[in-house]
């Protein structure tokens, strides 16, 4: 890298963690470009990134972040993740680790909060914000669905009373 590809990739991860909620410190020590690919892969489809980045151009574009805390977990071959979503980026990364014990975490923040690999594997079992959603929106929705079955109930009772009553007086009319 050059000058310029140096100070525009700073530039890009200082924007980077501007932006983000959650970063992840990985060390990928003797992965193979497959599995790289596979691990690239299932966190693009979780909405996370994953970037390679030298140590020291992570260090100075994480000088005056919110994330400044993970500056002592960039040694030796890091990789870093990040996500606006920071159960799914953490849950992606664990797994893969649990099949892959190359890929080895070694931290991460969460917005200011400087999290250890525990912290990170407890984020990982926690539901996803699209998890989270569907389970509002349900909670939300059963009391409306029971409010209704309890306001039509009474109409529904009048009905069959005034359906009994008819027919009573079919069958006695005939």
Same mark, same amino acid.
Do not use: C, H
């Given at each position: 890298?050059?000058? *310029?590809?140096?100070?525009?990739?700073?530039?890009?991860?200082?924007?980077?963690?501007?932006?983000?909620?959650?970063?992840?410190? *990985?060390?990928?020590? /003797?992965?193979?470009?497959?599995?790289?690919?596979?691990?690239? =892969? =299932?966190?693009?489809?979780?909405?996370?990134?994953?970037?390679?980045?030298?140590?020291? @151009?992570?260090?100075?574009?994480?000088?005056? *972040?919110?994330?400044? /805390?993970?500056?002592?977990?960039?040694? !030796?071959? *890091?990789? %870093?993740?990040?996500?606006? #979503?920071?159960?799914?980026?953490?849950?992606?990364?664990?797994?893969?680790?649990?099949?892959? #014990?190359? %890929?080895?975490? %070694? !931290?991460?923040?969460?917005?200011?909060?400087?999290? /250890?690999?525990?912290?990170?594997?407890? +984020?990982?079992? %926690?539901?996803? @914000? #699209? &998890? +989270?959603?569907?389970?509002?929106?349900?909670?939300?929705?059963?009391?409306?669905?029971?409010?209704?079955?309890?306001?039509?109930?009474?109409? !529904?009772?009048?009905?069959?009373?005034?359906?009994?009553?008819?027919?009573?007086?079919?069958? &006695?009319?005939?």
């Amino acid at each position: 890298m050059d000058r *310029t590809e140096k100070r525009a990739f700073v530039e890009f991860l200082a924007d980077v963690f501007g932006s983000t909620s959650m970063v992840v410190v *990985t060390q990928n020590k /003797g992965l193979t470009v497959a599995d790289v690919t596979e691990l690239r =892969r =299932r966190i693009r489809a979780a909405g996370a990134t994953y970037k390679v980045a030298k140590n020291r @151009l992570a260090s100075r574009a994480l000088d005056g *972040t919110q994330f400044d /805390g993970i500056a002592p977990l960039l040694k !030796g071959p *890091t990789a %870093l993740a990040w996500s606006e #979503d920071p159960a799914s980026v953490a849950k992606v990364i664990v797994e893969f680790a649990k099949t892959n #014990d190359k %890929l080895v975490v %070694l !931290g991460g923040a969460l917005g200011s909060q400087t999290l /250890g690999v525990d912290g990170i594997k407890a +984020l990982a079992e %926690l539901p996803s @914000l #699209d &998890e +989270l959603r569907a389970k509002l929106v349900g909670m939300i929705n059963t009391p409306a669905t029971r409010i209704a079955g309890v306001v039509q109930a009474p109409a !529904g009772q009048l009905a069959r009373v005034f359906g009994a009553y008819a027919k009573a007086g079919e069958a &006695e009319a005939a």
